[in-house]
């Protein structure tokens, strides 16, 4: 992540300082120093709480596809955040093991494209959308 806000810093010096990127040695220092300022939150904790879904988990009334991979280094469900998924009825949790943050790609075969979770999404919507009809 610090090489990308370097190299960010360098196409638009004007809009990053690459010192904020200095010395930085942890996520959390990352989040407090760059991400917090770029993207207007006042601190790591302020984006930590109003980044996070799991405070409105209970608030979903659409049916909502929720893709997790066990092995995300960032996004880890306590057992709260289970217990909120689990009881909302309109969330549907498909947890792999694998996919990291946001590689849920698969081998390229013969008329697959290899991208998993946008051709599950879709696959959601569509039979959402065909029992939704079928109900109006």
């Known amino acids: 992540m610090i090489k990308r806000f370097r190299r960010k810093s ?14 930085i040695t942890s996520l959390r220092e990352y989040d407090e120093r760059i991400t917090a ?3 207007g939150y006042k601190n790591a904790d302020d984006y930590y709480h109003r980044a996070a879904a799991a405070r409105v988990l209970d608030k979903i009334a659409v049916p909502t596809l929720l893709i997790h991979a066990c092995d995300d280094p960032f996004i880890r469900f306590t057992a709260e955040t289970r217990a909120l998924i689990a009881s909302n009825p309109h969330i549907t949790l498909l947890e792999t093991q694998h996919g990291g943050h946001c590689a849920f790609l698969a ?10 979770a946008e051709k599950t999404a879709a696959q959601f919507i569509l039979n959402h959308n065909t029992q939704h009809s079928a109900v109006s």
């Open 10 to 23: 360098m196409l638009f010096p004007r809009a990053f300082d690459p010192q904020r990127g200095a010395h």
């Open 37 to 39: 300022l770029y993207a």
């Open 107 to 116: 081998p390229p075969i013969a008329g697959d494209d290899g991208y998993w």
